[in-house]
């Protein structure tokens, strides 16, 4: 159901876990810090992650948490899932902080995408930064890393189906991340700004 992957490559700092859906699949190791591990949940829902992070996931010892999903709700596409899956977040949330009270959590929003779900993504991400702001953690917003100027996305980032990030697209969803928590070795967080 998942796959773990640790970056042994530099020295840590602090410990920093990102467990998401498959658009942190290529996450590229050679260019994450050695002390940032990932962990790829396929086709997973905010429920799935619910129940891996607060019934299988072992967090002990991490500084930072990053959780990206949300995906797979927005593709269900109705306003009661995405909004049922905005609580499901917040009740994790809390379960984590319950049991980890000195966790760093981070909510990675949505990648937008290029099809009939476009609004529900925009949406997704308008609740769980909302939530964020409600439960004092940070959002990784990534809709002005893949939405142009004009108001468009970069389809250049995606693969032609308009939806799946392709490998500019990783590297612009972990640069965009790495703005919020350090990831990426040898990146420069001011330059992105």
Known sequence: ?????????????ESIAIFGDCVITNFNKGTLLGN????ILKKITIKGLRKHLTKQADLRGLDTLVIHA??????EGKMSSIKDAV????????????KYKKLKIVISGVVPRNDYY???CRVMNDLLRKLCKEEKCAFADHEDAFIRKTGTLDSYLFTKD???I???????LATSLNKV??????HDRQRDK
Do not use: F, W
């Open 36 to 39: 940032v591990n990932t962990t």
């Open 162 to 164: 308009g939806v799946h």
């Open 118 to 120: 476009y609004h529900d």
């Open 181 to 186: 928590v350090p990831i990426l070795k040898n």
């Open 70 to 75: 949300g995906s797979y709700d927005c593709a």
């Open 166 to 172: 392709n490998s500019r697209g990783t590297l612009r």
């Open 1 to 13: 159901m998942y796959e773990k992957r640790q970056n042994e490559s530099s020295m840590p700092d």
């Open 87 to 98: 609580a499901e977040m917040k009740e994790t949330l809390h379960e984590i902080r319950e």
